[in-house]
């Protein structure tokens, strides 16, 4: 049996959009709308003899002290609680802010070269560079004082 419709392209048309209005409705029907869910605050768990059972789980595994990979750059570390009188501490020179860059011999003369952050700069005995007072030149170390609180450092030049 052949079923044979006569159809104007507009009801032809009509026919299709409602075919497929009816499959979305469909699909749409068929789907699972999400649950909506209550969340209790969990209390915690006491037994009836009025034991904390949270304090007999086990503590996090701790990260060892010299690992490097485990640091915490942007939390500080808890403060330790200490009933010991603090211990008086000596006012500490600021690391040299220089680093050796060289040294040049011409004409019988050294001159020896250090970096002060992005300034390179001549230093002989005796001189003076802001806090700090040149005192000794040696093959193996430059000796500077720390005027403020006149503790001697020294630079290596190796």
Known sequence: MKLSLNLTPWKKNAAIIAAAVTVVAGVVAGRERPSLEIIQERVKPVAEDGIDLARLQRPEPTVPQNDPFARNFGQPK???????????????????????FGRLTENGKTEVFVMRGEELLAVAAGQQIGDYKVEQIADTSISFTYLPLKMRQTLDLQ
């Open 78 to 100: 808890p403060a330790q609680v200490s009933n010991a009188a603090p211990a008086v501490q000596k006012p500490a020179a600021p690391p040299l802010p220089f680093q050796y």
